[in-house]
């Protein structure tokens, strides 16, 4: 189950962490009723060899890679404008955080 929940996360680009591993297949094992006295003790030592075994590779995201989700960034964009409309923001007082050196430089 885990195999095919990996599977479909990539395909899906879904942060996979050891943590979301873990979590993962704890709820696979809640929903395949094994009693907790039976159960994989998920050690770091377990986690390597599932990504051995699975051939999974540990990538750092920077920059863009890192970025939130369509979903996430459609929501927060969407909790700004209404924020914006209910208190009146103007657009020049709006910067993207992108911006922000603006605000630091030497006055001549």
Known sequence: MLDLWVSA??????LITGEVLRQKWTEFADE?????DERLKLSGGWLARYKTRTGLKEFKRHGEA??????TAERERQRIQDLVRTYGVKPRDLFNADETGLFYGQVP
């Open 32 to 36: 395949a009723c094994i009693p907790n």
């Open 9 to 14: 996360a990539m395909s899906d680009n879904i």
């Open 66 to 71: 890192a970025s939130v989700g369509s979903e």
